[in-house]
């Protein structure tokens, strides 16, 4: 099967330019001088298929290098399987996702990693890697460590908060740390003070402070800014790079920007949400059917943080500063009815996560338009970036001869309306971006040469997605 497409505007993170994309099978075979003739030969009329991506932008496809389907968590399991999370993902454009494998203490690694083969093996509409999230760091889970970067898992994420559930202390993160140092993978942090949080929470409960906004205030931005420092400074002691997700707090981003500025390998993600949304969120509205609880939509770790203190505007400056290197979802969708509502009565009980894989690409190219990122910027932050973060560069993430046909037509003069009504392919009874308009639109998605969306329509099928083996990092040297 080979496909053109032509006319095109291809955007690479390294420049834009009119080029026409021939795919061979799975994989990109040539970009062509516009006209897609190739020294006389001519392609067009040796092709089977065509696409006229005339007046659009013809880009790799996107990369979620943070995304939780189907994750127990909270007393329940995140609302989207595989199928249908990465279903979504490529209705919006997204064509990788890098999920996390889960091991609760006590749990032996390599036992929880078969496990997600067998959730993930068949079901994924697009290509998918694995994380490995390590709570209690047992000794067998460092030979783990060493075991899973053969295996293709060069990324272990850690948490510092979730007492009980998934927190690691300061001295299992450093056993882990060491030995990421050695085996040159990444450590990822989840970089939240638990036990002031415990504390406070505990504290706003017992004054029967139990609404859904109180959730935002028991997680203080000191919170996620001391966690941050001291995940630096055991990244610093240890030699082992240090990847920060999800970060929220303009603080925290001081923290990450100072230690890069003093050469170590300390890279920030952020979320839609925290660009976007606020604390204010959690307050819910007194009009919605949930009332005040109608906040537990927002609930999710970091928080969202206060509008009047600037976290949002900082944030994408961030971005384009390149003091944040990255844009995932931290993809955590629950339902209101059946999940949430299992803290109406103590916010404490929400389920930790809001669902955004859908929009991500929508969401950032606003930001295009909004004046916030440059086009090539959209492009390195949703995917070039994930691809080198996470050892995947060259096969995904860039519009190249060899690299994987994964390709999303986008129009920047279409237009995508988000609401559970709308654009809304998440296994969620409501949306977190309900109302939100973005100027442009997924036209077409390809993943590994496959038209998977086309003209509003899925034409994937389950198990198109293959499980990929990542690299090392393609920041370390
Ligand atoms: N934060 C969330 O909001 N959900 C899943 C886990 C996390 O760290
Ligand atoms: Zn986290
Ligand atoms: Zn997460």
Known sequence: M????????????????????????????AVLAPGSSLLGFDVENNVDTVIDA????????????????????GGTNASDTFETGTRAAAWGGTTSIVDFVVQYAGENVLDQFALWHEKARDNCAIDYGFHQILSDVQDSSLT????????????????????????????QITKAMQRAAQNGSMIMMHAENGSVIDLLVQQAVAAGNTTPYYHG???????????????IMLANLTGAPLYVVHVSAKQAVAQIATARDNGQNVFGETCPQYLYLSLEDNLGAESDEWGSFEGAKWVCSTPLRSREEGHQHHMWQSLRTNDIQMVSTDHCPFCMKGQKDMGLTDFSKIPNGIG???????????????????????????????????????????????????????????????GVDKSHHMNMDYSAWEGYEIDGHVDT?????????????????????????????????
């Open 2 to 29: 080979k496909t053109l497409i032509k006319n095109g505007t291809v955007v690479n993170s390294t420049g834009t330019a009119q080029a026409d994309v021939l795919i061979d099978g799975e994989t990109i075979a």
């Open 54 to 73: 005339a007046g659009k932008y013809v880009i790799p496809g996107g990369i979620d290098a943070h995304t939780h389907m189907e994750m127990p968590f």
């Open 144 to 171: 783990a460590m060493d075991e899973l970067v053969k295996e293709g898992v060069s990324s272990f994420k850690l948490f510092m908060a979730y007492k009980g559930v998934f927190l690691s202390d300061d001295g």
């Open 217 to 231: 205030l028991t997680r203080p931005w000191q919170a996620e800014e001391e966690a941050t420092h001291r995940a």
């Open 356 to 418: 955004s894989v859908e929009h991500r690409m929508d969401l950032l190219y606003q930001g295009v338009v909004d004046g916030n990122i440059s086009l090539e910027r959209w492009v390195e932050v949703t995917s070039t970036t994930p691809a080198r973060m996470f050892g995947m560069y060259g096969k995904k993430g860039v519009i190249q001869p060899g690299a994987d046909g994964d390709i999303v037509v986008y129009d920047p003069k279409g237009h995508t309306s988000i």
């Open 445 to 477: 998605v390809l993943s590994r040469g496959k038209v998977v969306i086309d003209d509003n329509q899925y034409l994937g099928t389950k198990g198109d997605g293959k499980f990929f083996k990542r690299g090392l990092s393609q920041y370390l040297i």
